[in-house]
């Protein structure tokens, strides 16, 4: 059974982006690179809230047109438009973007039999907003947070104080050179 993970980046105070939603703090080296490329290894499916849908969708189809384009970004860029996709969203209408599934209600009954299906993780990449109501109905069973050294005292918070208890335990976490954390836990 595949399981749906929750992977986002995270200042010290538990945001995942600033007040505007951008990620500048991020501590993003060669080593978090690395880390990420594995986190990509594990995904049958990247899952995404609206906002992060738009962003996505935005960026890498220009990548794979973009002459200048090449190695590691190219690979992702390639990657990223052939993978299924999966966009949660009461307001789309539709997700145009090579291979998305739009789904916009049932959303535990259509994220379990998601689960069912062979192959990979089902990745959820950010969306905070998304990460919260999944959290809520219970159905996120990982969760890869990389924890960067920065307090940003305001912006997207990635937990809400309205979110019910989890318990969770830790199955790897490392330190990198850079002073981020990669935490990985799984739900009891």
């Not at 399981?3 to 505007?20: C, I, P, R, Y």
């Not at 993978?83 to 599934?101: Q, R």
């Amino acid at each position: 059974m595949r399981k749906l993970v929750l992977f986002a980046h995270m200042s010290l105070d538990g945001f995942a982006g600033d007040k505007n939603g951008g990620l500048d703090f991020l501590t993003y080296d060669e080593e978090l690179q690395r880390y990420a490329d594995e986190v990509v290894k594990t995904v049958g499916a990247p899952v995404y809230g609206k906002t992060t849908y738009h962003l996505m969708e935005g960026y890498w189809p220009g990548v794979l047109n973009d002459p200048n384009a090449k190695g590691h970004t190219l690979e992702h860029a390639k990657w990223v438009q052939q993978i299924p996709k999966i966009v949660f969203s009461t307001t789309l209408t539709s997700a145009d973007w090579h291979n998305t599934t739009l789904i916009k209600d049932n959303i535990a009954e259509e994220v379990n039999k998601l689960k069912q299906q062979p192959g990979k993780d089902l990745v959820i990449f950010g969306s905070p907003g998304l990460a919260k109501s999944l959290m809520k109905l219970g159905l996120i069973d990982e969760f890869k947070i990389t924890l960067h050294p920065v307090i940003l005292g305001e912006g997207i918070s990635l937990f809400d104080s309205h979110e019910p208890k989890i318990n969770l335990k830790l199955l790897e976490s490392k330190t990198m050179a850079s002073g981020v954390i990669t935490l990985h836990y799984t739900k009891l």
